[in-house]
Every structure is written in structure tokens, then in C-alpha cells.
């Protein structure tokens, strides 16, 4: 068992390498390119698979079905950003009942949620010239996101670790997008943290 889960690692991180390099090597095909980026996530979603057949719970099919979305998403949103956004609020949904079924959320929940709201409510303030019209979509997705995150908080640690890393990759993102800034190691920062985060939501249902 421990044998297949570092191997599904290690083959995430070749992915994830190799999407990196071949996304900025002029020629390369969308078509490679997306299925280099979706086949990272999917070995998340192999390891949360594990852990449906060892363990068989429905709180567990559920967060493999949220892994199946966001890797459905990467692809998506090569071709398609809002949609690809959309299915990737989607797999939050999931994430949210799988963690619902799990534990109930408690008054800390609450407390991370509004705290994480204010915050967020104050940066669109800030940049909403330059979000433009995709204002009312980001704050619609932003909420479903930092849900997840208060949600996950009331979890067992890899849940949290997991999607606290889903979260920074995206609130990066959304930095980049909006600041215009072309920084390389960001780039990887971002992207290497979203693979991680689903990378440790998939180990949590083997563990957990």
C-alpha cells in the first residue's frame, strides 16, 4: 500500500513538472498539454480510490467524486476559464458534503468562515476595477472556496492541510491574474500547492 502511494506521488510530480515545462515550449499541443496537467490530479484521485475500497464510506465516494471534478476541471479550464471555474466550484460542493457526512461543522467553522469572508470581501473592494464584470462569478466562487476551507478546518489534519493548500493555490492565482505578474517561481508555487493540497485530501481518505 505504502509502495503505491509513492509511486502515485512521484508520477504527480513528474506530471506536474513535465506540465510546466511543455505549457511554455512553443509547438507543444493543447491536447498533450491537457492531458499532462489532468494526469497529476488524477493520481490524487487513484489514491482516494484506495481509500473508497478500504474503507467504503459514502463521506469518502463523495470526495472522490470532488477529485474527479477538479481533474475534469484542469482540462476545462485549458480550453474555458469561467467554465472551468464552474466545474471546479462544483468539485468544492463535493468537497463540502464529503465533509459535512464526515464531522459536523463546530463554531471555530464559523468563526474561520467570516473571518476568511471579511477578508476576501476587502480585496475585491480593492481590485474590483480590475476584476471587471467576472466580479459577481469570482465573489460567487470565492465563497464556495473558503466554505470548503472552514469546513475542512473542523477535519482530521490532512482534510485541513489539504484544503488550506487548495485554497493558497487559488487565492495566488487570483493575485496573478489580477496583478499581471510573470514570475516564474509563483507560477510553480501555485500550481505545485494545488497539486499537493489534492494530493493530501486523496491520502486523508486512505488514512482516515
Known sequence: MAFAIVTAFLLMCIFYLLYQRIKRRPGTSKGLQIAVKCAATAM?????LTGCLLNATAAHWVLLAGLVACTAADGILC?????GGAVFALGHVLYITAFCLMRRPDRYSAILFLCLAGLAAACFIRFRRHIGHRLPFVCAYAAVLIAMLAL??????????GALLFTF???????????????LWLDYLSLGAYYLGQFLLGLAAVVS
Open 79 to 83: 480550453v474555458h476559464f469561467m467554465a
Open 169 to 183: 493555490s487559488d487565492a495566488l492565482l487570483g493575485w496573478l491574474l489580477i496583478s499581471g505578474s510573470r514570475q
Open 152 to 161: 475542512a478546518s473542523a477535519q482530521a489534519p490532512l482534510y485541513f492541510a
Open 44 to 48: 490524487a484521485a487513484a489514491v482516494a
